[in-house]
DNA sequence: TCGTTTTTTCTATGACTGTAGAGAATAGCG
DNA sequence: CGCTATTCTCTACAGTCATAGAAAAAACGA
């Protein structure tokens, strides 16, 4: 028997290697060579784990998306309410270097999935997720009394929806105003909104 | 002397047809054939207006900047305070089919501007821009006393430039729960957060 | 009507792309 | 050591792209 590769593992490698090129040349450098040299294989060696270039991109989307909302679980154990709507909001949120280059993955992302239907639907369940996760969270905060704004539980989810996105493009494209310090205190600056200003962010770890 | 074009107004012709294409079939069917063709040319009459796609597109991008900006001046007239700020962000919020047009030309720019020096530039100085009318306008409703939050106006100014940002995103990609109305209603809820919950915004004329 | 100058068309070119598939290299087993 | 199934390399191909530039067309003044 011959020399035997685990496809599974193989195809995150390629993955990965995926990512690193986007993070690091864009979309436009992410050629089937580049990716392949990146992973560190020749030219055709990606066909037996993925048989086309939309099947990688695909995949590789949808991992990022994984990746995120693991984060994101692990981060919400054991917090309800105004607590885990703000660790839930802080993982999408560029404040590091890791999640700065997701955004430099998932801004090229929002460009496919605007002619591509499949792209569209991914993107659509996952932020759909989100947003009732969102929802739930303020559920709890209302019952808690954390939540006294007079202003729709719908609408917030909308405003915090929009702001981690919109976070996702200045992060980016203007750093200098929305570093990563800025980002996290304008979450808080909201949900001191949000709790009539009588909320306190916990003690934040630093970086 | 021979036929005589007025060169400014052919490249604002070109411009608007690679608008349109944008618009129609996304930045992969933008190609220089396919504007030509939709201007109503040949493949290589572009060249004398547009040497190379990238001025072509640089103007084009450039073009949408200065229609939102235009847009902006004429809804702000004559407001101040958090009435500006509310017409001033409307202006760039997707509220019709022409701005929704204008979030398919911008998410393609934002992936061009994270791997295109120029252009991150050029999107950096016009959020740069409205961030310092927010902030102007914030001024004027702090002085005003329409704004009683206790977050400072950074804060606040970053919460609507990420605001208005994201919305480019999910009113494109999710239209089922950020439409127009749900959008419009986003924002007055956030304005009445700021004001304390006595923000009421003016009679919308609908549509 | 003709001639000149601008404008436009049309074809060619070279680069780059994703994909395909034949062959070589490889590694585990007898 | 040798056999064989698997993995990988390499070359080739068909298509698309931006761009260049020669030639044709058009329009205005005389």
Redesign the pocket.
């Known amino acids: 028997?011959?020399?035997?590769?685990d496809?599974d593992q193989?195809r995150m490698e390629l993955v990965n290697a995926t990512w690193r090129i986007i993070a690091r040349h864009g979309m436009e450098g992410a050629?089937?060579?580049e990716i392949a040299t990146e992973a560190g294989?020749?030219?055709?060696?990606l066909?037996?784990y993925f048989?086309?270039?939309?099947d990688l991109l695909a995949f590789a989307f949808g991992h990022v998306f994984n990746q995120t909302n693991a984060r994101m679980a692990a981060a919400t154990r054991g917090l309800s309410g105004l607590g885990a709507l703000r660790a839930f909001c802080r993982e999408i949120l560029p404040l590091d270097e890791n999640r700065i280059n997701e955004a430099r993955i998932v801004i090229p992302f929002w460009q496919k999935a605007l002619t591509d239907e499949s792209k569209a639907r991914l993107h659509d369940d996952a932020m759909e997720q989100w947003r009732t996760h969102l929802l739930q969270q303020l559920h709890e905060a209302r019952e808690a009394g954390e939540l006294r704004a007079e202003v729709g539980d719908e609408d917030i989810a909308g405003h915090l929806m929009n702001l981690v996105l919109g976070a996702q493009i200045t992060a980016v494209l203007s750093p200098a105003h929305y570093s990563p310090d800025q980002l996290s205190a304008q979450l808080d600056g909201y949900l001191q909104l949000l709790a009539g200003g009588t909320f306190s962010s916990p003690a934040v770890e630093k970086k």
């Open positions: 028997m011959p020399k035997i590769v496809h193989r050629t089937m060579r294989f020749a030219n055709g060696a066909k037996p048989p086309t270039k939309d």
